[in-house]
């Protein structure tokens, strides 16, 4: 079965069209992606996120796209993708045990992966609300970007 049969396979024709032409204008600009996907993330509950999220990894992996943790070229730019259960997981112990955390998150204007000593507050989808000590302010950040967490001594 081709590439095109299995998204063609899908019960909701409409809402991929949908998808693809707003996926088309957001390549014009990047700035919508990001509005949208914080303003959907945060109307859906974690269960429904990750529900969609395997359904979605489920799709790439018929199509035979690289692996979750392989980095992928869009537009030229990398993008990195991890899994994203095992950093929730470790940023709820973190939450739950009120720990600080270092993380390595890939800056997307940078370019490259940044050290950051964080004080994690919620999930909300793939996202996380977090006290960034170097900014010294609320930070949202997407989880997808977090490629290793550490925790540190210090309790918040």
Known sequence: MSPIDLLLETKDLENLYTSIKLFQHIKQNGEILEFL?????RQITDEKCAELDDEI???FNKLNFKSKKEAKEIGGNPVYEFDIAEIKAKLKTAIQNRKDVEIEYYSGSLQTFKK?????DQI???MLDAFDYKKGENVVFKLNRIKNITFTISLF
């Open 37 to 41: 996907e914080n303003q959907i993330r």
């Open 57 to 59: 990894e489920n799709i």
């Open 116 to 120: 950051l000593r964080i004080r994690p």
């Open 124 to 126: 909300s989808g793939t």
